[in-house]
T-cell receptor, first 117, second 113 residues
Framework: GAVVSQHPSWVICKSGTSVKIECRSLDFQATTMFWYRQFPKQSLMLMATSNEGSKATYEQGVEKDKFLINHASLTLSTLTVTSAHPEDSSFYIC?????????????FGSGTQLSVL | AQSVSQHNHHVILSEAASLELGCNYSYGGTVNLFWYVQYPGQHLQLLLKYFSGDPLVKGIKGFEAEFIKSKFSFNLRKPSVQWSDTAEYFCAVKGNYGQNFVFGPGTRLSVLP
């Protein structure tokens, strides 16, 4: 089956530093990947849609200069949280859509727990 | 805009009880429907999906869901739950014409041994 690898699974950083999270599709090519944020006991909040070779599409209220997304290849998307602050602490999840078309499904990474001190 | 609602925030059942989790969506066009499950400490995984055809779909681990178009519903069922079914369950909808996936708020299921 389609596997999505997300790394790191857990990161602690100091306030003001930047953190990069990687999302890889291991056995398929993903034109589109999604980045979500999940607060404790709440649903997934879509942050942005990452399209290979083009700029990401951000949801309303998500700061694109703070959450930098790069989708340089069909198997890798990265989310960089720039100048992180404690309020950015959260669980970040990526997913990749496959196969393209009307039978598209989402396959999820295992998530990254970010704690900003 | 698409939206998804799930009827229950937290459901508590004893083992062997029957389960039904409600999911309703709002969208005027043709949709694909999904149930995803998130076991404690694990990533989300697909439980079952409906694209077309038989509105009663069967998924893994004995789960099934029925798409009722007239009610815009896609309820998840299992005749007899197990302790290992304890998890968070998310209903999701995707329009057939390039729209994003939209997730419901989730239902936490706790199965007591």
């Amino acid at each position: 089956g389609a596997v999505v690898s997300q790394h790191p699974s857990w990161v602690i950083c100091k306030s003001g530093t930047s953190v990069k999270i990687e999302c890889r599709s291991l056995d398929f090519q993903a034109t589109t990947m999604f980045w979500y944020r999940q607060f404790p006991k709440q649903s997934l909040m879509l942050m942005a849609t990452s399209n290979e070779g083009s700029k990401a599409t951000y949801e309303q209220g998500v700061e694109k200069d703070k959450f930098l997304i790069n989708h340089a290849s069909l198997t890798l998307s990265t989310l960089t949280v720039t100048s992180a602050h404690p309020e950015d602490s959260s669980f970040y999840i990526c997913s990749a859509a496959w196969p393209a078309g009307k039978n598209e499904k989402l396959f999820f990474g295992s998530g990254t727990q970010l704690s900003v001190l | 805009a698409q939206s998804v609602s799930q009827h229950n925030h937290h459901v508590i059942l004893s083992e062997a009880a029957s389960l039904e989790l409600g999911c309703n969506y709002s969208y005027g066009g043709t949709v694909n429907l999904f149930w995803y499950v998130q076991y404690p400490g694990q990533h989300l995984q697909l439980l079952l999906k409906y694209f077309s055809g038989d509105p009663l779909v069967k998924g893994i681990k004995g789960f099934e869901a029925e798409f009722i178009k007239s009610k815009f519903s896609f309820n998840l069922r299992k005749p007899s739950v197990q302790w290992s079914d304890t998890a968070e369950y998310f209903c999701a909808v995707k329009g057939n014409y390039g729209q994003n996936f939209v997730f419901g708020p989730g239902t936490r299921l706790s199965v007591l041994p």
